[in-house]
């Protein structure tokens, strides 16, 4: 999985939503009123939302992918050290090795040390690059370590003991969310099916009726009612699910497309 920068999402957000704006003006002036005009918002919606979806679960991927080899790291460094070898040797002999998306970012690292810069600000532009939690937590303790002298393997052992449990730990919390991730998506589609059965069976035949006291609506008024209902919750229920599952908003944006999608698509073959 492709590494994405900060500059690449702000490209991404910048492009999509000036395109979503466009869109939504030219249903504005074009389609007011009209049937249309509730399609080309979710469409605005979706081409809005769906670049960043994207780029944010392929940063996500490669963060875990990161994560998960540093224990392998550690261990290497470990194993390294005990035959000897000092700290930047150490790491420059990982760098030949395969550590899947970490060693592109080692190679970098072992290249800046090469070009005079010192082992502490090579590892702190290492630190900056990848930015997960598990490296900002993992670095200092490297650089106090490589600063008090010693056996320094004894540090990364427990570093890497450490790296290990937690990197279980998320996983064990991924796979205690997910069937509420799953209850979110059941109860959408509970949702959507059961608005198409009141649509069918009870809206169309009280069309024009009375309800409640309101002014008389019409199925067109009806349905896009339940449209706009469907779509909200498609969208916040898609954000609620990202939250709980990762932890984040923006993991929800992924979850908000394939609702919303999803939702608009049933609607149109069921229904119209």
């Not at 395969?98 to 970098?108: I, M, V």
């Not at 540090?155 to 799953?182: C, D, H, W």
């Not at 999608?261 to 119209?272: C, D, N, P, Q, R």
Request: aromatic share 10%; hydrophobic share 45%.
């Amino acid at each position: 999985m492709p590494r994405v920068v900060r500059r690449e999402k702000k490209i991404a957000w910048m492009v999509s939503t000036s395109l979503g704006v466009i869109i939504v003006a030219t249903a504005v002036l074009t389609l007011w009123n009209k049937p249309l005009f509730d399609d080309y918002l979710l469409y605005a919606t979706i081409i809005v939302v769906f670049p960043p979806a994207v780029l944010d679960y392929m940063e996500k991927r490669w963060k875990k992918a990161i994560n998960e080899r540093l224990p392998d790291l550690f261990r290497s460094i470990v194993q390294a050290q005990q035959t000897g070898m000092t700290l930047p040797q150490t790491l420059e002999e990982a760098s030949k090795r395969n550590y899947g998306p970490l060693t592109p970012e080692l190679k970098k690292l072992v290249n800046q040390m090469s070009w005079g810069l010192s082992f502490e600000e090579a590892l702190q532009g290492f630190e900056k690059r990848v930015d997960t939690r598990l490296v900002h937590e993992s670095v200092p303790l490297i650089i106090e370590a490589s600063h008090s002298g010693g056996r320094v393997e004894k540090v990364f052992a427990p570093i890497g003991r450490l790296v290990q449990t937690i990197n279980t730990m998320k996983k064990e919390r991924i796979a205690q969310t997910r069937p509420y991730i799953a209850i979110i998506y059941v109860a959408f589609y509970v949702f959507v099916f059961t608005i198409i059965l009141l649509f069918k069976t009870f809206f169309i035949e009280m069309s024009g009726s009375p309800i409640v006291g309101l002014s008389a609506l019409t199925s067109q008024e009806v349905w896009r009612i339940f449209f706009h209902m469907t779509c909200m919750q498609a969208f916040f229920g898609g954000l609620v699910a990202g939250k709980m599952g990762e932890g984040t908003l923006s993991a929800g944006l992924k979850h908000t497309v394939i609702l919303l999608a999803s939702g608009y698509v049933t609607l149109k073959m069921v229904v119209l």
